[in-house]
């Protein structure tokens, strides 16, 4: 009898601590799903649920039974299409839910995509800032550069401006924050360089300009006094 007592007193202990999350994750105002016409939009609201899922200590059904309360429309019948498959008595797990929801709004086709796009990445005319966003943004994609600290150093080099690269050529860099102050710091350099010759190259005509001419007064003229 004290076993079932001890059981039930866990139970309950779980439904209460369930409740508490579920609360606590409305109240950071999560955004449903329904149907995206870009399949990026999809991915996005996938990984900002899971964001802020994270700092609620959720069960890995938990986190499934979030996420699909968030789905609406098109997509809650999808998933209750999936769920009508499944053989019962079997729970889903969050990385059994996120395979299927990519499978579904953000398929292959995309992935690659995004890949051919990081691989083809240079900076262009983006400042260094810039370039770094939409290097994070695609290499999400590519596992080799979360995996090869070397590979993803090296690829971000590659696509920096031929003059901002020969700059770095010779440095050593222990980790990628570091590769990208360094780089900011060589763009910073040119950028005071060419404002530097700028001036120098205006001051002689600067020099040559006349003076200005002093306004003609506005008004009638006072009456001269005799």
Not at 82 to 88: D, E, I, L, S, T
Request: proline residues 9%.
């Amino acid at each position: 009898m004290e076993t079932l007592q001890s059981h039930g007193g866990v139970s309950r202990d779980m439904e209460v601590r369930g409740a508490d999350i579920f609360e606590h994750f409305l109240r950071l105002r999560p955004p449903t799903f329904g149907v995206a016409p870009d399949p990026v939009q999809a991915e996005h609201w996938l990984s900002r649920i899971a964001k802020m899922m994270g700092p609620l200590e959720c069960t890995d059904s938990q986190r499934v039974t979030l996420a699909v309360y968030l789905l609406e429309g098109e997509a809650e019948n999808w998933w209750s299409s999936v769920q009508r498959g499944v053989p019962a008595g079997y729970a889903c797990t969050w990385a059994g839910f996120r395979a299927k929801f990519l499978e579904k709004y953000f398929p292959r086709s995309c992935r690659s995509t995004k890949i051919a796009q990081f691989l083809k990445l240079e900076q262009g005319n983006m400042t260094v800032p810039h370039y770094e966003a939409k290097f994070d943004e695609l290499s999400r994609y590519m596992p080799k550069a979360f995996e090869d600290k070397e590979y993803k150093l090296e690829k971000f080099k590659e696509g920096l401006k031929p003059g901002i690269q020969s700059r770095l050529c010779t440095w050593d860099f222990g980790d990628f924050p570091e590769l990208v102050d360094k780089a900011m710091r060589v763009e910073k350099d040119f950028e005071r360089t060419i404002r530097s010759r700028l001036l120098t190259r205006d001051a002689p005509f600067r020099l040559r300009q006349p003076p200005p001419t002093p306004p003609v007064p506005v008004g009638r003229p006072r009456p001269l006094v005799a």
